[in-house]
Structure formats: structure tokens, C-alpha cells
């Protein structure tokens, strides 16, 4: 298995400015992913974080608005550029293991006045 | 892009009760996982059962990969059971897990 940690656990942002979501694995797994997740609703896949590449983004989602790194095999951010309310969501770092099972961290909760 | 439909969308249960929550894929998958958000938000791992049948506890799920279906009981309904169940495959061939809309249950007391 993989235990998941993520900070901020939830934060109120401003309009226009950028937060970044900080997530780390307590042991080294063969993918990272992020998620979206708006209330009321299922999780939609952001990206897939890469090791020491850029990270593959889903149809919807471009690197200049989240921007995500991933210097090593147990961590990854996600930067999530010039907010607006339209951003506020659950934003979820998951981990997946060589035997192919996936495992998600707490969350962020962000809100954006 | 593979298909995921759960049902029913919400569920309403006495405490005690059992129920079946369905999750059908339109492709096959080589990893389906049935996961619970509890109302704080944390998802939990249920089980991880591209196929075949596991228990635990009161729970237990089945995968019926060449049908393209799973389904996940719960017996004995309990209040700590509520939240949203969701099931989340990847199909053959790829790597990305897509999510189901997800069943919301609400065990009353």
C-alpha cells in the first residue's frame, strides 16, 4: 500500500493569485496522478505526473493554468495559476503501485473568493 | 474512451439493511478498484478486484471481467457505511483510472 500525505489540507485564495498543493508518498510508486474533484462530483483526472519530465495532461487542462512537477519518485506539486471561483474544488494527489492498485491522499479543499 | 456507469445514483438504506451497488464498463480493464468518500472527503480503498470475488468484513465485491461488470455488496448496513461508493477501472492496455459517477448512500438510523 501507500500513505499519501498533502499540504495545504484546504485554503481560501484570492482571485487572481496561484497556490501550490504539495504531495508526498511514503514509498517510491511507478505513477502520480491529481485530480480534480467540484462539489457534488465524480474525480476528473488533471494530469499524470511524469519523474523528472512534464507532466501529461488530460483533454481540458494545460500546463500554464497547473502546472505540476515531479523531481522524484515520491513527490509532486501542483500549482493552480491566476485563480478564479471557477477553480474552487477538492484537488487529490493519488500514487499508484507496481501491482497496479491506487491509493489517494486527504485532499486540498481550496476556495476561491 | 472506455465507459464507466454506476447505479443506482443514490441509495437510501434502514440500518441494517443490505444492499448491491453495480459499477458496468464498456471495455475491458485490467484493474477495478471500488472506493468510499466519507463525508469528510478522504477516499478509502475498498477493494482492489479486476476480477474474481473478495471479501472483507461486511463488504464484498465481484468482477465479472468478460461481462463487464462489478458489483459491490454491503450487508447489515451500518451509519459509518454512508458517503459515495465509487468504482474506478483502467482499461486494458492503458494506465489512467477513470471514474464511475459514483452511488451515494445515506444509511439512516
Known amino acids: 500500500s501507500a500513505v499519501i500525505s498533502q499540504k495545504p489540507s484546504r485554503d481560501i485564495c484570492q482571485r487572481g493569485t496561484s497556490l501550490t498543493i504539495q504531495c508526498q508518498v511514503d514509498s517510491q510508486v511507478t505513477m502520480m496522478f491529481w485530480y480534480r474533484q467540484q462539489p457534488g462530483q465524480s474525480l476528473t483526472l488533471i494530469a499524470t505526473?511524469?519523474?523528472?519530465?512534464?507532466?501529461?495532461?488530460e483533454s481540458g487542462f494545460v500546463i500554464d493554468k497547473f502546472p505540476i512537477s515531479r523531481p522524484n519518485l515520491t513527490f509532486s506539486t501542483l500549482t493552480v495559476s491566476n485563480m478564479s471561483p471557477e477553480d474552487s474544488s477538492i484537488y487529490l494527489c493519488?500514487?499508484?503501485?507496481?501491482?497496479?492498485?491506487?491509493?489517494f491522499g486527504p485532499g486540498t479543499r481550496l476556495t476561491v473568493l | 474512451g472506455i465507459q464507466v456507469e454506476q447505479s443506482p445514483p443514490d441509495l437510501i438504506l434502514q440500518e441494517g439493511a443490505n444492499s448491491t451497488l453495480r459499477c458496468n464498463f464498456s471495455?475491458?480493464?485490467?484493474?477495478l478498484q471500488w472506493f468510499h468518500q466519507n463525508p469528510w472527503g478522504q477516499l478509502i480503498n475498498l477493494f482492489y478486484?479486476?476480477?474474481g470475488t473478495k471479501q472483507n468484513g461486511r463488504l464484498s465485491a465481484t468482477t465479472v471481467a468478460t461481462e463487464r461488470y462489478s458489483l459491490l455488496y454491503i450487508s447489515s448496513s451500518q451509519t459509518t457505511d454512508s458517503g459515495v461508493y465509487f468504482c474506478?477501472?483502467?482499461?486494458?492496455?492503458?494506465?489512467?483510472?477513470?471514474f464511475g459517477a459514483g452511488t451515494r448512500l445515506f444509511v439512516k438510523a
Open positions: 478486484i479486476p476480477s
Open positions: 471495455d475491458s480493464v485490467n484493474n
Open positions: 505526473a511524469n519523474q523528472g519530465s512534464e507532466a501529461t495532461y
Open positions: 493519488s500514487a499508484q503501485t507496481g501491482l497496479g492498485e491506487q491509493f
Open positions: 474506478a477501472v483502467v482499461n486494458t492496455g492503458g494506465f489512467k483510472t477513470i
